[in-house]
C-alpha cells in the first residue's frame, strides 16, 4: 500500500510532462540559409571515359572564370608509371579534351581543377 503512494506522484508528474504540446517544449532554433550566393560558380564539368589502357576527359566550362584542369591516371600495375597530365585552360563557354594512358589496365582516372 506505501509502494503503490509513493509512486502516485511520480506518475502524476511523468503524465503531466507527456501532455505538454510539441511546440512548449523548448528546441534549438536553425537560421534560414541566406538566399543570395556567395561565392561565384567556378568548375568545368568533366566526363572521364576509360576504353582499355586509354583514358579520355571532356571538361566544358560553363562559368565566367577560367578552369585550369589536369587529367590524373593511376595505372592498376605495379610497374605501370601513374601519369599527371599537361594542364589545359578551359575558358568561358570552352570544352577542353584531356588524354592519356597506361601500358596495361588503368586503375583510377581523374581530372583536377585549379581556379586562375
Not at 511546440?23 to 576504353?51: K, N, Y
Not at 601513374?82 to 601500358?103: I, K, Q, S
Request: hydrophobic residues 40%; neutral net charge.
Amino acid at each position: 500500500m506505501r509502494l503503490s503512494r509513493s509512486l502516485a506522484p511520480v506518475t502524476v508528474a511523468v503524465c503531466l510532462v507527456l501532455s505538454v504540446p510539441y511546440d512548449a517544449l523548448p528546441h534549438a532554433r536553425v537560421e534560414a540559409p541566406d538566399p543570395t550566393p556567395t561565392a561565384e560558380p567556378f568548375g568545368a564539368e568533366c566526363r572521364v571515359g576509360v576504353h582499355g589502357s586509354q583514358v579520355v576527359a571532356h571538361c566544358h566550362n560553363p562559368h565566367a572564370t577560367v578552369d585550369r584542369v589536369r587529367l590524373h591516371i593511376e595505372c592498376a600495375r605495379w610497374w605501370d608509371l601513374d601519369t599527371d597530365g599537361a594542364p589545359a585552360d578551359a575558358g568561358p563557354a570552352m570544352t577542353v579534351r584531356l588524354t592519356g594512358r597506361c601500358w596495361k589496365e588503368v586503375g583510377a582516372a581523374w581530372v583536377s581543377h585549379q581556379k586562375l
